[in-house]
């Protein structure tokens, strides 16, 4: 059964420190791998990275990596701000022109001051 | 929120009407989806378009049809809305790269009682 993971569920960091956020899959055909941040209340929004291989994509202070040989992706943040309290949200692509999606159930970041 | 706009932004009904939800798109846009977000998890597809008229199911149709007459709407529909079906629903649009890349509405919290 395909399945995207999320850990951990909760996190809380203060203002300006780093942190990083995982994401497991069993998704097959495995296409791409894209993060969406998603503010309380609101839809999800892309942060504009997508993995497809063994590969490292940043934007901005946002940088993801990913593993195929272990099916495991993360979000790192750098430099954290008051702004980046969100859930944010694993997407697997697993293919066909439909363009199929499964989503992780997300991990909650707060940032404190 | 590229360009999407739900009607309404919040509903609450009770079991057995029926409901409609509205999802509008200024871009032009082939496909369009239906989600669900419920605590516990992630987004699930409800229906997908392609094209007017063309339609197909997702992963949690059941009690939900969809119908697209023209390229800038797609209408959920619950026949007879029962309490498992209170949750918060998203349109999205996929954009026209062949990375299949999603745009999100901003969502409709429909509540059953």
């Known amino acids: 059964k395909n399945q995207v993971e999320q850990s951990p569920q909760s996190l809380i960091i203060l203002e300006g420190k780093n942190c990083t956020l995982q994401c497991n899959y069993t998704v097959s055909p495995f296409s791409n791998l894209r993060w969406y941040k998603q503010d309380t209340g609101r839809g999800p929004v892309s942060l504009k990275i997508m993995t497809f291989s063994e590969n490292t994509k940043s934007n901005g202070r946002y940088t993801a990596t990913l593993d195929a040989d272990t099916k495991q992706s993360s979000l790192h943040i750098t430099a954290s701000q008051l702004s980046d309290s969100a859930s944010y949200i694993c997407v697997v692509n697993y293919g066909g022109s439909q363009g199929n999606l499964i989503f992780g159930k997300g991990t909650k970041l707060s940032v404190k001051p | 929120d590229a360009g999407i706009t739900q009607s309404p932004r919040h509903k609450v009904t009770e079991t057995g009407t029926p409901v409609t939800l509205r999802c509008h798109q200024t871009?032009?846009?082939?496909?369009m989806y239906w989600y669900r977000q419920d605590p516990g998890h992630g987004l699930r597809l409800i229906h997908y378009?392609?094209?007017?008229?063309?339609?197909d199911k997702g992963e949690v149709s059941d009690g939900y049809s969809v119908s697209r007459s023209k390229t800038e709407d797609f209408l959920l529909t619950l026949e007879s809305a029962t309490s498992s079906q209170t949750s918060v629903y998203f349109c999205?649009?996929?954009?026209?790269?062949?990375?299949?890349?999603?745009?999100f509405g901003p969502g409709t919290r429909l509540t059953v009682t």
């Open positions: 871009e032009n846009h082939r496909y």
């Open positions: 999205a649009i996929r954009g026209d790269s062949s990375s299949y890349e999603q745009y």
């Open positions: 378009s392609y094209g007017v008229k063309d339609t």
